[in-house]
């Protein structure tokens, strides 16, 4: 059974980089079905996308976080990780890591595309970021 | 624009029929994914493309959409169903450029 596992520390200092690992299992992170991506929640709010990388490395990133985010794979260790630097207050949330896979489909105005979805999640880590 | 908006809440019977709305352009053009989330709970996968659902995901739950709108049915809403529920769609950038919705809060009276 596919599982993924967030880990780091629970509480970082602002102006630090936060810096979070997911251990997958039960699936290769080089599986080239596959993406993997960051995913996070604020407390009480809803979900904000921060990235996705493919094994090969090639990354995505949402335009806020573009600059402080950093996203890669160790493919040797089937894990993935997100560095943020500079961290705020803005920052805590609880980070979600996650698998997606695509399939082609035909759009409803015509056409085909892939359509991309996350079909397995991580339970979640929270941080904190205070002094 | 890539931005979806939902309703921030909607209220169902127990055993009736409750829509859940998403509103964007890129809706127009590429189907919506839905994502259940209780509380305390990582998100769960429940519609995605024209109206797929991963195993173990009941069949109350189906899709639907209309011009820059998507919709989340849920037909015969049952209490374990109480829930936010998101959408996502891809951004204007491409196909790995994600975008959620702000989240319905479903509750089930």
């Known amino acids: 059974q596919m599982q993924l596992e967030e880990s780091g520390p629970g509480l970082v200092k602002p102006s630090e980089t936060l810096s979070l690992a997911c251990s997958v299992s039960?699936?290769?992170?080089?599986?080239?079905?596959?993406?993997w991506a960051w995913v996070r929640q604020p407390p009480g709010k809803g979900l904000e996308w921060i990235g996705t990388?493919?094994?090969?490395?090639?990354?995505y990133y949402n335009l806020p976080l573009k600059s402080r985010a950093t996203i890669s794979v160790d493919t040797s260790r089937n894990q993935l990780s997100l560095r943020l630097t500079s961290v705020t207050a803005a920052d805590t949330a609880t980070y979600f890591c996650?698998?997606?896979?695509?399939?082609?489909?035909?759009?409803?105005?015509?056409?085909?595309?892939?359509?991309?979805?996350?079909?397995?999640w991580g339970s979640g880590t929270t941080v904190i970021v205070s002094s | 624009s890539s931005e979806l908006t939902q309703d921030p809440a909607v209220s169902v019977a127990l055993g009736h029929t409750v829509t859940i709305t998403c509103q964007g352009d890129s809706l127009r053009d590429y189907y919506a994914t839905w994502y259940q989330q209780k509380t305390g709970q990582a998100p769960l996968l429940v519609v995605y493309g024209k109206n797929s659902r991963p195993s173990g995901i009941p069949s109350r739950f189906s899709a639907s959409r209309s011009g820059n709108t998507a919709s989340l049915i849920i037909t015969g809403a049952q209490a374990g169903d109480e829930a936010d529920y998101y959408c996502?769609?891809?951004?204007?950038?491409?196909?790995?450029?994600?975008?959620f919705g702000p989240g319905t809060k479903v509750t089930v009276l």
């Open positions: 996650a698998r997606r896979r695509g399939y082609p489909i035909e759009s409803p105005t015509g056409g085909y595309y892939y359509h991309y979805y996350t079909d397995v």
């Open positions: 990388i493919y094994y090969s490395g090639n990354t």
């Open positions: 039960g699936d290769s992170i080089s599986n080239s079905d596959h993406y």
């Open positions: 996502e769609s891809r951004d204007s950038r491409g196909n790995h450029f994600q975008v």
